[in-house]
């Protein structure tokens, strides 16, 4: 098994399985903040949600595995 934004598109486009995980901007920031804050981050809920839209939208648009699901992934939302 193997994690990463372009997994299904780059690394392995020809896996037989592939799952795209996927969870709402809210819940990504609230677990990622949680993570920072058990490091000793000082960082607010803002900030996590502001660096992680950045990332997105730069992940979204770069030329080469691009931030997208692969055709045939199967979509799962965590939320919840």
């Not at 598109?9 to 799952?19: G, L, R």
């Not at 030329?63 to 939320?79: I, R, S």
Request: hydrophobic residues 35%; glycine residues 8%; charged residues 30%.
């Amino acid at each position: 098994m193997t994690e990463g934004r372009d997994q299904g598109t780059v690394a392995f486009p020809d896996a037989a399985c592939k799952i795209f995980l996927t969870a709402s901007p809210a819940e990504r920031a609230r677990r990622r903040l949680h993570d920072l804050q058990s490091q000793g981050e000082p960082v607010t809920l803002e900030q996590v949600l502001a660096a992680q839209q950045r990332r997105d939208r730069e992940d979204a648009s770069r030329p080469v595995g691009p931030l997208t699901p692969a055709a045939d992934a199967v979509e799962v939302g965590t939320d919840g």
